[in-house]
């Protein structure tokens, strides 16, 4: 499977001094073509195991491939196989968008004029033609999240990894770059490596996600497929009176088992689905129960997460390990 675009890991481990397990032997396979969404809440391996595939940072134990080749013995010609977008882009305020196309290319060895072709392919897919000649100081973050993308495909590599890449962008931006790396997938058959924080990212582009939570995969598998294992719809009810939300809770045990809600709400996953709600709202008018707000949920990566990990990964700040600066 590693061969071509592949990812194949196995018992992958990273252990730091002071005996502290940043990773602490996983498995995962990752197909050509396929965009794999890692998630993790802080601190549960993500950048570990995304700076060890990139050969940044040797694995204690395990073995790991990227398009066929073994992280621990073939790190030059991995760099030269894949690109990598991380956390910290490596970009000069003092070049323009242009110039930093001149020395990627450079540093990958591409002619002239390959360079020229290539640059103005790229700067159009991501949008950035017009600010090419402009300095980088003056970009946008949403400019420079693009502009480290198309860095990262100067050399059209095979495999790209991604660590979490829209952080801090506007919707619009985001957006964007959502569409290119599908279409980076889709269309050219690059397999990519992306973790995030953003549920909704990994459920908009993966075709698999793994969850990773104190050094080891707690769950992986479609999007669809891990919602479905959470179960079918549930039931949020906030009472009017808080001092009723025992009572309340009470009443909603009645039609399925209790469920994760907000501080103020009781809340239930329906045994039988949403046509429950009828039968629910007479019970509650039966015992008296007003309530302030009654919502229904479809089962979402978020129910996933709390499942497998016991917390929210939305918002969740900076990963296990300060990694290095962007390399590609």
């Given at each position: 499977?590693?061969?071509?675009?592949?990812?194949?890991?196995?018992?992958?481990?990273?252990?730091?001094?002071?005996?502290?397990?940043?990773?602490?032997?996983?498995?995962?396979?990752?197909?050509?073509?396929?965009?794999?969404?890692?998630?993790?809440?802080?601190?549960?391996?993500?950048?570990?195991?995304?700076?060890?595939?990139?050969?940044?940072?040797?694995?204690?134990?395990?073995?790991?491939?990227?398009?066929?080749?073994?992280?621990?013995?073939?790190?030059?010609?991995?760099?030269?196989?894949?690109?990598?977008?991380?956390?910290?882009?490596?970009?000069?305020?003092?070049?323009?968008?242009?110039?930093?196309?001149?020395?990627?290319?450079?540093?990958?060895?591409?002619?002239?004029?390959?360079?020229?072709?290539?640059?103005?392919?790229?700067?159009?897919?991501?949008?950035?033609?017009?600010?090419?000649?402009?300095?980088?100081?003056?970009?946008?973050?949403?400019?420079?999240?693009?502009?480290?993308?198309?860095?990262?495909?100067?050399?059209?590599?095979?495999?790209?990894?991604?660590?979490?890449?829209?952080?801090?962008?506007?919707?619009?931006?985001?957006?964007?770059?959502?569409?290119?790396?599908?279409?980076?997938?889709?269309?050219?058959?690059?397999?990519?490596?992306?973790?995030?924080?953003?549920?909704?990212?990994?459920?908009?582009?993966?075709?698999?996600?793994?969850?990773?939570?104190?050094?080891?995969?707690?769950?992986?598998?479609?999007?669809?497929?891990?919602?479905?294992?959470?179960?079918?719809?549930?039931?949020?009810?906030?009472?009017?009176?808080?001092?009723?939300?025992?009572?309340?809770?009470?009443?909603?045990?009645?039609?399925?088992?209790?469920?994760?809600?907000?501080?103020?709400?009781?809340?239930?996953?329906?045994?039988?689905?949403?046509?429950?709600?009828?039968?629910?709202?007479?019970?509650?008018d039966a015992e008296g129960l007003a309530v302030a707000d009654l919502q229904l949920h479809q089962p979402s990566l978020d129910d996933v997460f709390l499942e497998k990990t016991g917390r929210s990964l939305e918002g969740a700040g900076d990963d296990d390990a300060e990694p290095p600066a962007a390399a590609r």
């Amino acid at each position: 499977m590693a061969g071509g675009n592949g990812i194949l890991v196995s018992g992958l481990r990273r252990e730091f001094k002071g005996g502290i397990k940043a990773v602490d032997g996983i498995d995962l396979e990752v197909a050509p073509g396929e965009i794999y969404g890692f998630l993790g809440p802080n601190g549960a391996g993500k950048s570990t195991t995304v700076l060890m595939l990139v050969t940044l940072l040797p694995p204690t134990g395990g073995r790991a491939e990227v398009a066929g080749l073994d992280v621990a013995t073939q790190g030059p010609a991995i760099r030269r196989t894949i690109g990598a977008a991380l956390q910290d882009s490596a970009l000069d305020d003092f070049l323009t968008g242009r110039e930093h196309f001149d020395l990627q290319a450079g540093l990958h060895g591409l002619t002239r004029e390959r360079t020229r072709a290539r640059t103005q392919e790229l700067l159009e897919r991501v949008g950035l033609t017009e600010a090419a000649d402009r300095k980088v100081g003056g970009y946008s973050g949403g400019m420079k999240r693009r502009l480290d993308l198309a860095l990262s495909l100067v050399h059209g590599p095979r495999v790209l990894f991604l660590d979490e890449p829209t952080t801090g962008l506007d919707p619009q931006s985001r957006s964007a770059l959502w569409g290119e790396v599908e279409r980076l997938a889709r269309e050219d058959g690059v397999t990519v490596f992306l973790t995030t924080q953003y549920l909704e990212e990994a459920d908009v582009l993966a075709d698999r996600v793994g969850i990773i939570d104190h050094g080891r995969i707690v769950a992986e598998g479609t999007p669809s497929a891990l919602k479905a294992e959470i179960g079918g719809v549930a039931l949020e009810a906030i009472p009017v009176n808080p001092q009723d939300k025992e009572r309340l809770a009470a009443v909603l045990a009645r039609f399925g088992e209790a469920a994760a809600g907000s501080p103020r709400a009781a809340a239930v996953r329906l045994a039988e689905g949403a046509e429950q709600l009828a039968d629910v709202v007479r019970a509650l008018d039966a015992e008296g129960l007003a309530v302030a707000d009654l919502q229904l949920h479809q089962p979402s990566l978020d129910d996933v997460f709390l499942e497998k990990t016991g917390r929210s990964l939305e918002g969740a700040g900076d990963d296990d390990a300060e990694p290095p600066a962007a390399a590609r």
